[in-house]
């Protein structure tokens, strides 16, 4: 048997779309817990690149439909997990039972990434799907009974597959007026959801996860349960009632997986404060004299970075015109595969239209009343006429075929990762150097102005 749980995703305050998506999948792709990630799949996209593919999507559906939602709103991608009971399945079988139960769900529609986790005794699935369907034309309709479907649906994959199943399932779907709340964006559990997706980046360990809780003013009750309470609440919210995904274990586990990463180092230089300026926004005696310590060691870094790069300030002016040249340079690559992948994913977009309406299309022209028949499809021939437009201007004298179309969008995305890290790069010593000659000319200014003071006197 499997018990299924299922939760959406939000972005987080001080988050990116895509760190958001990134967080979760990273998560779920763990390979401690999914055999060095023999137990990882994908539906129409990469492991390795799914979040970077889930945000392609999202800006393909924005460009196609024109319609766009508030990021705090936007459900950018949904979680569901299959947890199976302990020695009834083998990591293989859960994770083939998984990747079935993903496809029906989703209707085959959305991309997702599927990691079987056997790191508990129960083996169990997690899957993250993209809200956004392949064709970039519509998003995933979450219904007010979908949990209980996706229940209903795991079932039923369970008994084909000669595994028991839940008689009494005693897992409910949302209460209405939870689902009406959260809808309107005024449910206390997925304020709390919301509030620890974005703490837990911020945490070293539980225990500063919990402080940076009350930070974002949560009383918190402990025992044999974890709860919160915002401030306005009347009742306290045990973390168990939030889902699978936000026991103490799980949040433990995300908060140790994000410190064991390297951490990428900062800039060695940067730019002096303006304490002028600073003084003129009203800022005190304290701040000037901590800003002065902090020029005065700005002061050091740079010299020593001149030293160790053997650089004088002649050298830095042409470090700066080169820098700046490539960065230009790979930014414009960069511009380039982006169109690119732009033009694969429209073409491939209008060949799933025309194949889809074709048909009703065809209809459409043998009927005798023409009015009434558009009127009652007038989508499908509406993305009928538009995709047979698209062909027309298109200079493609043969149509690819679709899995053409992702084999070239794999390799185009892989190339635009690569360009990434260059662009990266690039922009960091760019950047790097500029700062050095604008805290340079600072340091020369002043030595100039000591000068003319010591000639004065």
């Known amino acids: 048997m499997a018990v299924v749980h299922f939760d959406n995703r939000h972005i987080s305050k001080n988050q990116t779309i895509k760190q958001c998506i990134k967080f979760h999948i990273d998560y779920a792709e763990n390979p401690e817990k999914t055999q060095n990630g023999l137990l990882v799949s994908s539906y129409e996209c990469s492991p390795e690149t799914a979040a970077e593919e889930f945000l392609i999507s999202k800006k393909m559906y924005e460009m196609i439909t024109k319609r766009s939602q508030p990021k705090d709103k936007d459900n950018i991608s949904y979680m569901l997990m299959q947890s199976f009971k302990p020695e009834e399945v083998t990591p293989e079988k859960a994770h083939e039972i998984g990747y079935q139960f993903a496809y029906e769900f989703t209707n085959g529609q959305h991309q997702f990434v599927i990691a079987t986790h056997t790191d508990k005794d129960h083996i169990h699935n997690h899957v993250e799907f993209n809200s956004t369907s392949l064709d970039c034309t519509h998003k995933f309709n979450g219904y007010k009974q979908w949990g209980k479907a996706a229940q209903k649906l795991s079932d039923k994959i369970c008994k084909e597959h000669g595994l028991s199943t839940i008689k009494e399932p005693q897992q409910k779907g949302k209460q209405y007026a939870e689902w009406k709340a959260q809808k309107e964006g005024k449910s206390w559990k997925q304020q709390l959801k919301n509030t620890i997706e974005e703490v837990v980046p911020q945490s070293k360990d539980f225990e500063d996860f919990l402080e940076n809780m009350r930070k974002q ?241």
């Open 217 to 457: 003013e949560y009383e918190i009750k402990q025992g044999k349960q974890i709860s919160f309470k915002a401030a306005g609440q009347n009742r306290f919210t045990r973390m168990k009632t939030l889902g699978a995904e936000y026991s103490e274990n799980i949040i433990s586990e995300k908060i140790k997986l994000q410190q064991s990463k390297p951490k990428q180092n900062k800039k060695s230089i940067s730019s002096f404060i303006d304490i002028q300026q600073k003084r003129e926004q009203g800022k005190g005696a304290a701040y000037e004299q901590w800003a002065k310590i902090f020029n005065i060691k700005q002061a050091a870094n740079t010299v020593n970075f001149l030293t160790e790069n053997d650089m004088d300030y002649q050298m830095l002016e042409q470090k700066i015109q080169y820098s700046t040249n490539e960065f230009n340079m790979v930014s414009s690559q960069l511009k380039q595969k982006e169109q690119q992948i732009k033009e694969v994913l429209e073409l491939k977009t209008n060949i799933i239209y025309y194949a889809r309406t074709v048909d009703i299309y065809k209809q459409y022209q043998k009927s005798n009343d023409k009015q009434k028949f558009k009127k009652e499809h007038s989508e499908d021939i509406m993305k009928h006429e538009k995709a047979k437009a698209f062909f027309e201007k298109s200079s493609q004298k043969k149509l690819p075929k679709v899995k053409e179309l992702q084999e070239q969008y794999q390799i185009l995305l892989a190339e635009k990762q690569q360009l990434y890290q260059k662009y990266g790069k690039a922009k960091r010593e760019m950047l790097e150097y500029q700062t050095a000659k604008q805290n340079m000319d600072k340091l020369l200014q002043i030595e100039q102005k000591q000068t003319e003071k010591d000639q004065q006197i």
